[in-house]
């Protein structure tokens, strides 16, 4: 089946840095574009960046772009998400996510705190 597992998120101060990092397995990895989403607490589920299949193709929401960098190692079945500067307004659980034959599937998250 289906899973994805996060890891890689923790406390770290106002401008600091985390890597990100989920591991897919029971599918192709690589035919398939993959997300990260956040959700703060009290707050919606928000797109933060989508890489396409060979990685050559990517977006990020406002709120990540110049700060962060997804990217991918097919041959690890392994997405990363680089966040550099980060600011308390980060704070949340980090999900990965893709969509295969019309389901979606979530990882169980990874909680960041951005706090001094």
Not at 14 to 23: A, I, N, T
Not at 27 to 40: C, L, P
Not at 76 to 103: H, I, S, W
Request: glycine share 12%; with cysteine.
């Amino acid at each position: 089946q289906v899973q994805l597992v996060e890891s890689g998120g923790g406390l770290v101060q106002p401008g600091g840095s985390l890597r990100l990092s989920c591991v897919g397995s029971g599918f192709t990895f690589g035919s398939y574009v993959m997300r990260w989403y956040r959700q703060a607490p009290g707050k919606e589920r928000e797109l933060v960046a989508g890489i396409s299949f060979t990685g050559a193709s990517t977006e990020y929401a406002d709120s990540a772009k110049g700060r962060f960098t997804i990217s991918r190692d097919n041959a690890k079945n392994t997405m990363y998400l680089q966040m550099n500067d980060l600011k308390p307004e980060d704070t949340a659980v980090y999900y990965c996510y893709t969509r295969r034959m019309g389901n979606d599937y979530w990882g169980q998250g990874t909680q960041v705190t951005v706090s001094s």
